[in-house]
């Protein structure tokens, strides 16, 4: 894990890692350096082979602005990042075990991902991957380690965006969850993701058809180096775009890019093994023992407040909808999908909590950051969930709480500038992601909000032009 505190030091290991590889593959003639924004973007650019020795020797500098952009590369200066600092650079670091191959591209290129410092060592406050370093830390420090793994849904696209790839049009109103079907007439793209992950090291496992044509999920296999884990989703969404481009396809994540069709998830596995590494969750009783059922209470306490991290985007409401496979409320039960946090059944040993309401489109980073920390409160205060739901989660949902857009009742921000609001009055968020990056990612989410609600949709024209 690295070192919250300070830069870490380059060692003979960060050495032989990157001489070996050059080693094992003499063709490559570029590297692709990359560093994943606050929204989830990767931002970098491509170098010459031979500067991979200087940047694993010394860093690289880097302007510190590349994490004060919004989501659509703009700078947002109320970050503090740019003129402030007369956009100066910071030390950007080789993350250990990330230098691959990246087998997608046609010109012989490798990547590794990058963290930024400060020039005196100390981690720069927004570098996403530093705060869940930190939420790592925090729960080691109480005798916890995270056991991690991440569900990523996705739409495989035509090139243009305008359909799902594949034989199935989203107006012809087949679904076909579950298809094998799919998976087959898509399956020279997916046999070279499955080729890529293995070349990279990244334990992809399960694929499948999701809830909509052109919608998949892949999971990735439980690390007990949490940090790890999330490098690897980072590195398969990645890995998923170029691979797709190749096929002439288009992969995106975004929570809802097509209102009559289901929405796409990231779901968090989450266990704590202890220091003989036994699973502390584990307990004949399918609600777990009673860690995790604070662990529940944590969760479900804050999620409110940390509703902007699961949700960072204006697009990301419109997932939110009953009956639709996406939660709509704080809620928790046992082996039932219509809840926020899950407990899967399976056996004794493998029991663990499943987080369901962060969109595919937020950062993962921030995303686990957040749902270890909100654990780690839950735990400190013994924090009790409450009954778990039994059945319709949704029906539930509207039992409680505040009217939604929807017409069901919710205990959560129905709004993306609500949700930015409550997260900027959350002394968890500040304490979860860290002091200084909060204010940092509020800066940006509200100069994404502002630009995005004052655009002039085609539906605004549609509805008022004429009638208004």
Known sequence: MTNPHTSPTPTSSANVEWRDFLAKYPDLEAVQLFITDPSGVARGKTASVSELERLYANGRPVAGSILGLDITGTDVDATGLVWDTGDADLICRAVPGTLSRAPWLSRPTAQVMLSMFELDGRPAPADPRHALSRSIERLQTRGFK????????????????????????????????????????????????????????????TLMSEY??????????????????????????????????????????????????????????????????????????????????????????????????????GNSYRRFRAQSYAPIAASWGINNRSVSLRIPTGPTASRHLEHRIAGADANPYLVVATVLAGIERGIAQAIEPGPAVVGNGYAAAGAAGTVGSTGARRDLPATWHEAIERAATSEFLSQALGADFLPIFLAIKRQECERFSAEVTELDRLWYLRSS
């Not at 991440?150 to 049009?169: I, T």
């Not at 860690?291 to 509703?307: D, F, N, P, Q, V």
Request: with cysteine; hydrophobic share 50%.
């Open 212 to 313: 909509a044509p052109g919608q998949f999920e892949l999971t990735l296999a439980h690390r007990d180096d949490a940090l790890r884990a999330v490098d690897e989703a980072i590195l398969l969404k990645r890995l998923l775009r170029g691979v797709a481009a190749k096929h002439g396809k288009l992969v995106t994540f975004m929570a809802k890019p097509y209102a009559d069709l289901a929405g796409s998830g990231m779901h968090i596995h989450v266990s704590l093994a202890g220091v003989d590494g036994a699973n502390l969750f584990a307990a004949d009783d399918p609600a777990g023992t009673p860690l995790l059922r604070h662990a529940i209470g944590g969760l479900k306490a804050t999620m409110a407040e940390s509703l902007l991290v699961f949700a960072p985007n």
């Open 146 to 205: 995270p056991v991690v793994a991440v569900e990523l849904e996705f739409y495989v696209l035509n090139a243009d965006g305008s359909e799902p790839a594949g034989s199935l049009r989203r107006d012809e109103g087949c679904i076909e969850a579950y298809s094998l079907a799919r998976l087959e007439e898509l399956a020279p793209m997916f046999d070279e993701v499955y080729a890529a992950a293995r070349a990279q090291g990244i334990p992809v496992e």
